[in-house]
C-alpha cells in the first residue's frame, strides 16, 4: 500500500522560513515526485519538482529563489522521501501544500503566513 505522509506546515511570520518534508512509503523503485498547493479559493498548482535521482528540478516562478526541493537517496530506505525549504515566505504563500508520487497524493500540510 503506497502512503505519502507530510510534515513541517505551520504559521511562520512573513519573512520566515519553513521546511516541508514528505516519505512515500510501498513503492518499489524511485520516481520523479512533486510539491503543490493549494490557496484558499484557487485550483491547486505545481510548486516545484525534482527528478528520480534528484539531477533535475524545476520551480513555478513564484518559487524561484525562496523554495529549494531536495531528496536523499543515499538511504535505501528514505529513497522516496523530499523535503522543500521555503524562505522568504509571504502572505501569498499561505495554502495547502502536498506531495505527490505518481498518480499518489498526500493529505496536505497547512502553510499560513500571517503577522
Known amino acids: 500500500q503506497v502512503q505519502l505522509v507530510e510534515s513541517g506546515g505551520g504559521l511562520v511570520q512573513p519573512g520566515g522560513s519553513l521546511r516541508l518534508s514528505c516519505a512515500a512509503t510501498?513503492?518499489?523503485?524511485?520516481?520523479?515526485m512533486k510539491w503543490y498547493r493549494r490557496e484558499p479559493g484557487k485550483e491547486r498548482e505545481v510548486v516545484a519538482v525534482?527528478?528520480?535521482?534528484?539531477?533535475?528540478?524545476?520551480?513555478?516562478?513564484f518559487a524561484k529563489g525562496r523554495f529549494t526541493i531536495s531528496r536523499d537517496n543515499a538511504r535505501d530506505n528514505a529513497k522516496n522521501t523530499i523535503s522543500l525549504q521555503m524562505n522568504s515566505l509571504n502572505p501569498d504563500d499561505t495554502a495547502v501544500y502536498y506531495c505527490?508520487?505518481?498518480?499518489?497524493w498526500g493529505q496536505g500540510t497547512q502553510v499560513t503566513v500571517s503577522s
Open positions: 525534482i527528478s528520480d535521482f534528484g539531477g533535475k528540478t524545476n520551480y513555478a516562478d
Open positions: 505527490n508520487i505518481l498518480d499518489y
Open positions: 510501498g513503492l518499489y523503485g524511485t520516481y520523479n
